[in-house]
């Protein structure tokens, strides 16, 4: 049996409808891999939201799938593909789950939320419900039609265009964590992991959008 280390990873994509996920599987970086897969059937690249790496990545992805297909056969989207219809948080805990298995297994998390709310269990304290709830402008007191500020360069500049968080960056309409990707990626300043926090990345008259909402208490 082959003691080549792998991973198993889940993807998101701000293209993606909400609650999609990718699980598969890579034996490369899987940086690598979602890089591979940014190519002209998807608008938007991969975000990495966590990975299990172990040297049984090959039966650590078909126990997922199976786990997967067995509690819950409706949520594949397609059949034999990678594709479900699940929030990344409970894909996260099915991971968590599987890893358990295997005496090698290492998981490592880069969604930014969900390393807050891991942190915090950490330290033996829970997340604040407000911190957990997704930023919207509706809680920042921020109107349909306002502008907002890149944070790394003043000229660049998203309209916001609903009550959540979508906001629109060259003619496109995009979540705030997306806009952040796109515009990083169009600079060449994008992380590695692809993940981002967008209320972090945003100034709403020179405050960043996340600084308002501890400010406010949201």
Known sequence: MSNTIGYVY????????EDWVKIGKSSR???VRSKELDNTAVPLPFSIY???????????????HKM?????PDIRIRKGREFF???PRKAYDILLLCSEQYDDAEIEVFDEDLLDEINAQKNGKQPHVERSARLTFEMLGISVGEELIFYSDNSITAKVIDKGSMVRVDDLELSLSAAARYINEKLGTANQSGAYQGGIWF????????????RLGR
Do not use: Q
Request: no cysteine; charged share 25%; net charge positive.
């Open 50 to 64: 966590a990975t299990l790496k172990t040297s049984k990545y090959d039966a650590a992805e078909r126990f997922i």
């Open 85 to 87: 219809n699940i929030t």
């Open 29 to 31: 970086p899987v940086n």
């Open 68 to 72: 997967i297909d067995m509690v819950a």
């Open 203 to 214: 100034k709403y008259k020179g405050e960043t959008l996340t600084d308002m909402r501890k």
């Open 10 to 17: 889940i993807l998101t994509n701000p293209s993606f409808m």
